[in-house]
């Protein structure tokens, strides 16, 4: 089946510091979701990426699909005490059996020391 | 509105127990989503309904059982649970369950511990 690696698992730095995580996925997708988690809470949707190539930008946050539709970025600029929190890839399915299925990566833990 | 509603948020049960988690959203999703969610890991997928069919079930076991008895409402009945069923539950909708782009609300979960 589909599945979506997603590195680091964890990333320590200092505020201000710049950030990245990576998504890797074994199939095409249809599209990318980035979620964030803050602890003891529940995801929430950040942006989704459909095109191939396509990059989008909230703010200090970066996001990027790969030209394959197999991979994804999310890069934070200056990172500050609020963006503390799991990130989450979401990808779901082109094709198959499990077309449109949301597979989850592992999430990337950022702690931001102030 | 644009809130997923998850009752309850805590629930303590024992193994002999039967107990039901109830999910609920008003923005006219078609598609709803069991997540199960354990402590620093994602979600992951336990089933999917689309236009209140059952499209997807994860080959969770049948302590376990979804039910949706309208497009606002999605229950997850739980039976004869192993503590190692401890987690967070948590449910979600999006507007098109079939990938053209839409994004999924999250509930705030039900923390469940069995006993």
């Known amino acids: 089946g589909q599945q979506v690696m997603q590195i680091p698992q964890y990333q320590h730095v200092q505020e201000g510091e710049d950030f990245t995580t990576y998504c890797n996925s074994s199939t095409t997708l249809s599209n990318i979701q980035w979620y964030k988690q803050r602890p003891g809470g529940h995801p929430v949707f950040l942006i989704q990426?459909?095109?191939?190539?396509e990059v989008k930008k909230q703010k200090r946050l970066t996001f990027q699909f790969g030209e394959a539709k197999k991979n994804s970025s999310l890069h934070i600029t200056a990172t500050q005490t609020t963006d503390v929190g799991t990130y989450f890839c979401?990808?779901?399915?082109?094709?198959?059996?499990?077309?449109?299925?949301?597979?989850f990566g592992q999430g990337t833990i950022l702690t931001v020391h102030p | 509105d644009t809130e997923v509603t998850q009752t309850p948020k805590h629930l303590v049960m024992g193994m002999t127990n039967k107990k039901s988690l109830k999910c609920e959203q008003h923005?006219?999703?078609?598609?709803m989503y069991w997540y199960k969610q354990k402590a620093k890991k994602p979600p992951e997928l336990m089933f999917v309904?689309?236009?209140?069919?059952l499209s997807i079930n994860e080959s969770v076991p049948s302590r376990f059982s979804p039910e949706c008895p309208n497009s606002s409402l999605l229950n997850l009945h739980l039976h004869a649970l192993q503590p190692e069923d401890s987690a967070l539950y948590l449910c979600?909708?999006?507007?098109?369950?079939w990938g053209r782009g839409t994004e999924a609300f999250f509930g705030q979960g039900t923390r469940l511990t069995v006993v």
């Open positions: 309904y689309s236009y209140e069919k």
């Open positions: 990426l459909v095109k191939s190539g």
């Open positions: 923005m006219g999703h078609r598609a």
């Open positions: 979401a990808g779901r399915n082109a094709g198959g059996t499990s077309y449109g299925k949301l597979t």
């Open positions: 979600a909708s999006s507007q098109d369950p």
